[in-house]
């Protein structure tokens, strides 16, 4: 960390140097301290923090009457955890990314073992079934989903190979390969919970990676073909993926769907988006949160802040989302090494990437896959771990090459 | 630095970037564009729609008076109890079983099953009294059941006059929905509008936290003032019961009475009927224990064919050939257009040939020569064939149009009867020769008697309707019958000389049973051979249908009253020996009743009853003198000694007395203790009667064709036989021509 710290120019041991820290201690005494990160992306990342849990608590409030008997119910632990997750993105964003280089394999080598605990343990206490849905794995003192852990594990593998491989990212064996079987090791884990929507953003970012990182194009179009004909098999030859087939059915004709499929869901956040019109019907003042919509404080959530915030609300969000993508991706590209470069990128690619989804999912765009929106969703474990993974972000724009304010 | 980081790399990078923010927002915010902007009205207003729920709130049926303000069917509250199954908590659910069951008197199985299905409302039970509400309010407070039971109010319909009225009134459904007669005619009127409760409320049900309340309240439904008074449908209703039974009616009679400038129905009955409170058990208890006697297969069909028959309303829902009593409409065709008056002669042989078909008269002997006024009094149907035959089928269909006869009278009652007739084209000599004395169509009581009406208030054919106005909740009036005449059919004049002939054929033609002293009845009898029925099992005697038809008082027509008597097995079948006496036992009654003033002729006049001088207290002598100055004879029970006073006399002071009778003066108190038994008058001609009546010292006063003829027999009396009643006593008899025939 020292090192890192010694190389900022913001911080030349320069005596107009020491003057010039002196005045920005002075401003931001709590998050520019030794002028590090960057600010632009930590405002935006509180601000849709701060959002997402007003959003929540009026989102979850009846719900959470309903079933828990307490209208805080998911507030209360959801700011636990935006508290923590923010103190512990702070501390990361000290701690010198580079030293990640040391836990890439280790961590990954958990992950899987994880993720193979989840299904050789499965219905037993370690790995409980929720929701019919075997994902969840129990330690004891905290429960959490292992494939959250292993988007970041998979981006973390990627950006260290990349980083020591970058001039032989054109050949099969350094370019193609390891990033195919570690991929292929992941993604076939937690196929096999039958989590698809897991699947689906661990595999676009690792590719988004590999294309990033300068996998010739050809081998995509063969990946995409094998990946595409293993989806087709799924879908038209497997019983057990037959759900997903009639999901699609559903998404196409929400309002008038297939017998035995149920569009309740979708339906009911149509009317949500719909009932918001262009400025919404204002805050805490939703209808459909009142137990029309399924679990309106998670994948849903954002239907809520449509029907509240209206159309110009959601567009608000959208851009919030989109700067902080954007200005990720910018630290990432500033980083001052390869490293930092592929580990941002992935981070703000993964991101991205699901709140790409998940917006498009609420609005029925693509087919309901279940996949949370970050900052807004309720859920403790993966809030903590998108805010330690800013904060990486936040530890790579310390030394990256971008304007500081 | 850019040195570091290929050109490439960046490229790909914000082409991703691009790609996703660009492409995936993009799309987004294109259908957020499509379901807010495009679509969001809609969307609004599904999302609505599916939060309001609705409570229905019902409407309360409106009253039905009669005309002279009586409630005769009227709705009270009552309570239904209703089930929210998937709204009871599943610890609550055996403790609202065991207690809905005890309270309600059910099985608990019964309500387990109710309380278990996949639904959000269903009825435990409908229509409890209050008291139960109260019970059921009471264990849910007490057991702190927190949802899932509710006590719905409804309303039942009650008619406290029973059966009286029934086949007009028809009855209500379960829902209060009219399912016969007048409920049902006037359903939309009674019936109101439900009103609704709607609020907003969550997926599960209960109330949002939105000032969300919409209340619609439940408007009242109107009420009907009927024409028909309750008093004259009773009494007409008991002697047309009294006829059928005397006279062995097979299948049922009707009865009308219309009032004749208005066409408003005082009166509509028939027999039989039932239970309008309980219209799904059959009224005549022989019949049950028939039907019930029967083998399960047919007992439901039977059943439900005897409902049918007895919730008919036989004054329209059935026709039959009018017979002889259409002669009137003949006779007054006739005298309108100058083909016959009063006077004009005819030779009636005993039957007439009509191309190759011989009719007979009914009195195949014949009637010789007659006048036409004769000639209806007689009944000689080769008269009628005459007239119908000069008429011509195009003028007898005129004028047979024009009474009424070849549509509905549109009488506010559900199920008028078509009836069958032939057209101008289709009246062969044949069967206009039948036609014209009444035989070979068919038409209901309703429109005959409406025809009688046209000819009593001087030739208009007036509008039948039984419903006077609709009036709402606060008293407005709604709507009121429509009394204007349809029609001019005959002139004053014609009127006024077939009232003429009427009278007297009701007061010394072959109407006169239905003879009333002092309110100048007129009328027409009427035997119809059912001709129909007889052709269908020819191995079946012939069978018949006796009426009577006519109006009161002759100089100023107020009513008219039709009486038919379907199937009389008794020793006559002709209407004026069967019908005539009910018609005369319905009229002497009701014409008193609806105001109508008695005038007596003197021939009358001498045969009425005088009254009783009060002489109780007085002395033997003083009360004998007082007596005999009033024209009466009197007896002394008890002892006469000089100075005894009468302590009581029968007839009471002021009491009805036989012109020529006398009064008992009882003296001792052993004397109060003497009665004779009332003997059986039934079938005794008027001489014997007063002789078997003298013997035991009861006086009659004499009722019907007994005024006018001395060829009676005695038809019915007021006090039953059998009956112990005081020396003195006066009974009235009530006589009819036996022997009275068409």
Known sequence: MATSLRRQPGVSPSAEGKHHVKKVRKKFSLFSIRAGVDMPFLILVLTLLAIGLIMLFSASFAYSLQNFGNSYYFIRSQAIFAVLGTVIMLVISYFDYHHLHKFAYPIMIVVLLMLAAVKLFADTPIAPIRGGANRWLNLGFIEFQPSEIAKFSIILIFAHLMSINYRRMDTFRYGVAPYAIILGLFAGLVIIEKHVSGTLIISAVAMMMMFVGGTKLRYFAILGGVGGAAVAYLVFFSSKFSYALLRIQGWINPFNPPEDVDTWQTVQSLYAIGSGQLFGVGLGQSRQKYLWLPEPQNDFIFAIVCEELGFIGALVIILLFSALIWRGVVIALAAKDRFGMFLGIGIAMQAGLQVVLNIMVVTNTIPNTGISLPFFSSGGTSLVILLAEMGVLLSISRTSHIEKT | ?742
């Open chain 2, 1 to 742: 630095m850019a040195e570091m980081k290929p050109v490439k790399t960046i490229h790909r990078t914000v082409f991703l970037l691009i790609l996703l923010l660009g492409l995936g927002f993009g799309l987004a915010v294109a259908n957020l564009v499509r379901w807010q902007l495009v679509r969001g009205e809609e969307l609004r207003t599904a999302a609505i729609d599916q939060s309001l729920t609705s409570t229905f709130l019902n409407a309360e049926r409106g009253t039905i008076y009669d005309t002279t303000g009586k409630v005769v069917a009227e709705s009270a509250s009552v309570w239904s109890v209703v089930l929210e199954p998937n709204y009871i908590e599943d610890d609550e659910r055996e403790t609202i079983v065991t207690g809905l069951a005890k309270i309600l008197d059910m099985k608990e199985e019964d309500v387990r099953a109710e309380a278990e299905v996949d639904s959000y409302f269903t009825y435990l039970k409908r229509k409890t009294e209050s008291s139960v509400k109260d019970e059921i309010l009471a264990f849910l407070e007490e057991e702190e059941i927190s949802g899932g039971v509710r006590m719905v109010e409804e309303y039942k319909r009650y008619y406290p006059y029973g059966s009286t009225c029934s086949s007009v009134l028809g009855f209500v459904g379960t829902d209060n929905n009219g399912l016969y007669g007048l409920e049902l005619y006037y359903d939309d009127e009674l019936s109101g509008t439900q009103g609704r409760l709607v609020r907003a409320t969550n997926a599960v049900g209960t109330d949002m936290p939105f000032q969300y309340e919409q209340l619609v309240e439940a408007q009242d439904g109107y009420d009907l003032y009927m024409t028909i008074d309750m008093t004259v449908q009773s009494i007409i209703e008991k002697h047309l019961k009294k006829g059928v039974e005397d006279n062995l009616v097979q299948n049922g009679a009707a009865a009308i009475v219309m009032d004749v400038d208005t066409g408003g129905i005082v009166a509509m009955a028939s027999v039989g009927d039932f239970d309008p409170n309980q219209p799904f058990e059959i009224a005549d208890e022989n019949l049950r224990k028939q039907i019930e006697a029967l083998p399960e297969d047919k007992e439901e069909e039977a059943w439900n064919e005897a409902l049918l028959q007895q919730w008919r309303n036989k004054a329209i829902n059935d026709t039959y050939y009018p017979g002889s009593v259409f002669k009137m409409v003949t006779g007054s065709a006739g005298l309108e257009e100058g083909i016959i008056t009063p006077d004009t002669t005819f030779t009636c042989t005993g039957a007439v040939q009509v191309e190759d078909t011989w009719i007979n008269c009914w009195d195949t002997t014949g009637h010789g020569t007659q006048t036409f006024r004769e000639g209806l009094c007689n009944s000689c149907n080769p008269f009628f064939i005459e007239i119908g035959s000069q008429l011509g089928p195009d003028m007898f269909y005129e004028y047979f149009k024009s009474f009424g006869f070849t549509e509905h009278t549109g009488i506010d009652l559900p199920g008028e009867a078509n009836n069958l007739y032939y057209t101008a084209e289709q009246l062969k000599p044949v069967e206009l020769a039948t036609e014209s004395f009444g035989q070979n169509f068919s038409i209901t009581p309703l429109q005959m008697v409406t025809a009688a009406s046209t000819i009593a208030n001087g030739g208009n054919l007036v509008q039948p309707h039984v419903v006077e106005k609709v009036v709402d909740a606060s008293g407005n009036i709604v709507s009121t019958a429509d009394m204007s005449y349809k029609r001019q059919v005959i002139s004053e004049e014609t009127a006024r000389t077939m009232i003429d002939i009427l009278q007297e054929n009701a007061t010394t033609g072959t109407a006169k049973n239905g003879y009333v002293a002092g309110y100048r009845v007129c009328g027409k009898t009427g035997t119809s051979e059912k001709v129909a029925k007889w052709l269908e099992d020819k191995t079946k005697p012939m069978t018949y249908i006796a009426s009577y038809c006519g109006f009161a008082p002759a100089d100023d027509p107020k009513y008219a009253l039709i009486v038919m008597l379907d199937e009389p097995t008794g020793a006559s079948y002709y209407g004026g020996a069967v019908a005539g006496p009910v018609f005369q036992a319905m009229m002497s009654e009701i014409l008193p009743y609806l105001g109508v003033t008695a005038e007596y002729t003197e021939e009358e006049a001498a045969k009425l009853n005088t009254t009783a001088p009060s002489v109780e207290n007085l002395t033997v002598e003083e009360a004998r003198d007082a007596i005999e100055n009033a024209g009466l004879t009197c007896k002394v029970i008890g002892g006469e000694e000089e100075g005894t006073t009468v302590i009581r006399q029968i007839p009471a002071a002021g009491a009805e007395v036989p012109r020529d009778g006398m009064v008992v003066l009882y003296t001792s108190s052993e004397s109060l203790e003497e009665t004779v038994e009332v003997p059986d008058f039934t079938n005794y001609s008027l001489q014997d009667v007063l002789a078997i009546a003298s013997a035991r010292d009861l006086q009659i006063t004499v009722e019907g064709a007994g005024l006018q003829s001395s060829n009676v027999t005695a038809y019915s009396q007021d006090i039953t036989a059998g009956s112990k009643v005081a020396p003195g006593t006066v009974i009235t008899v009530n006589f009819i021509e036996k022997d009275q025939v068409n």
